[in-house]
């Protein structure tokens, strides 16, 4: 009897201490709320304009610095490239590389001024980007009116040893295949973070199809 009770007492102490485990990994995975003042700074610097009422933010962070990169970033991507002219410190680069290992859960803390919703692939979460308030053109069909800041996607933020640098990738991508990918490097002054420089990573445009005359007929001038 005395032993099967050492043996319970044992069992229970022992799950306590996996749950304090699981516990401690999920907060250690939990985007800290000081680095959602850095992505504001960046959509708000960057992304929005004066029409802008709603902006769709990919839920999950991104591992990648281009679009065809399947594996998480490693340092010879960063020596490869040679971002900011090779000039980023080297403990920031990998404090970058370390955090951007796992996709982590962006939570609601932004405060961009405007409404946003987060999206997880092609699932926009309640409520809908369709609230946005549609326009009508001439021939009566209805379309999006550019109020839609669509979409964004972060990675997670990474800070040096004096914690004084700081280093996030942001990356916007439209409907029609178009965007582009972002370094942004941050530098703290005094309590204050400040947008100290920022390097392209990768753009795709996608070129508008030009009407084509008729062959035969010649060109008219006005």
């Known amino acids: 009897m005395m032993t099967r009770l050492v043996l319970l007492v044992i069992a229970v102490l022992?799950?306590?201490v996996l749950l304090g485990l699981s516990g401690a990994v999920t907060e250690s995975d939990r985007i800290p709320a000081e680095d959602y003042p850095l992505y504001d700074q960046v959509v708000t610097s960057t992304f929005l304009t004066s029409v802008t009422q709603l902006v769709v933010i990919e839920?999950?962070?991104?591992?990648?610095?281009?679009?065809?990169?399947?594996?998480p970033t490693t340092m010879g991507a960063f020596q490869e490239?040679?971002?900011?002219?090779?000039?980023?410190?080297?403990?920031?680069?990998?404090?970058?590389?370390?955090?951007?290992?796992?996709?982590?859960?962006?939570?609601?803390?932004?405060?961009?001024?405007v409404g946003y919703r987060f999206a997880t692939g092609d699932q926009i979460e309640e409520p809908e980007v369709s609230l946005a308030?549609?326009?009508m053109v001439d021939d009566a069909?209805?379309?999006?009116?550019?109020?839609?800041?669509?979409?964004?996607?972060?990675?997670?933020v990474a800070r040096n040893l004096r914690n004084d640098q700081a280093l996030l990738y942001v990356e916007t991508l439209r409907p029609d295949g178009a965007g582009?990918?972002?370094l942004v490097w941050f530098r703290r002054q005094g309590q204050r973070w400040k947008l100290f420089d920022t390097a392209v990573a990768w753009t795709i445009q996608?070129?508008?199809?030009?009407e084509q005359e008729p062959e035969g007929e010649p060109n008219l001038a006005p």
Request: glycine share 6%.
């Open 14 to 16: 022992f799950a306590d």
């Open 59 to 71: 839920r999950l962070t991104r591992l990648r610095l281009t679009p065809d990169q399947e594996e």
């Open 81 to 113: 490239q040679e971002y900011f002219d090779g000039e980023l410190p080297s403990d920031l680069v990998r404090a970058f590389i370390s955090v951007n290992r796992e996709p982590s859960r962006l939570e609601g803390r932004f405060h961009i001024g």
């Open 133 to 135: 308030r549609p326009v």
């Open 141 to 156: 069909r209805v379309v999006q009116a550019p109020l839609v800041l669509e979409r964004l996607a972060f990675s997670r």
């Open 180 to 182: 582009a990918g972002f």
């Open 206 to 210: 996608v070129e508008e199809e030009q």
